[in-house]
């Protein structure tokens, strides 16, 4: 792209002077949330039992503990993306700025949280049974 024009500064960019980085990055993260969802519902719906031994031992597993990780993360930057653009979009005062620091303590300690979860079931269900 040129940039000795107008429109050879602007083009891509967008009002928001991010361009349509944005908005790959919410469809990349919506697509893979589609992928992980359907091969958690897939997996959840093959087990033989639903009960505590049973769902620890299958997330003790790396194949079932890495894809639920991957999830964890693509569904709190999904959501963490979503919101900010719509903290954006319709909080114009200087309480947006607040809010949007909320929504990252928030996604950060919701998001760690479900991972160490995950771990922690994963690394100790051998030792429970």
């Known amino acids: ?19 349509a980085e944005g908005w790959w990055h919410h469809k990349i993260s919506a697509g893979s949330n589609l992928v992980l969802v359907l091969w958690f519902l897939l997996s959840i719906a093959l087990l033989p039992a639903y009960d505590y031994p049973t769902i620890s031992a299958w997330l003790a597993q790396p194949w079932a503990a890495v894809p639920m990780i991957l999830l964890v993360v693509s569904v709190f930057y999904h959501f963490h993306h979503g919101l900010t653009v719509v903290i954006e979009d319709y909080q114009h005062d200087h309480t947006r700025f607040v809010l949007l620091l909320l929504l990252k303590y928030f996604t950060i300690a919701t998001a760690t949280l479900a991972i160490f979860s995950i771990l922690k ?3 100790t269900a051998g030792a429970a049974l």
Request: hydrophobic fraction near 35%; glycine fraction near 28%; charge should be neutral.
């Open 1 to 19: 792209m040129g940039d000795g024009t107008e429109l050879g500064r602007v083009r891509g960019l967008g009002s928001a002077h991010q361009g």
């Open 121 to 123: 079931v994963a690394f």
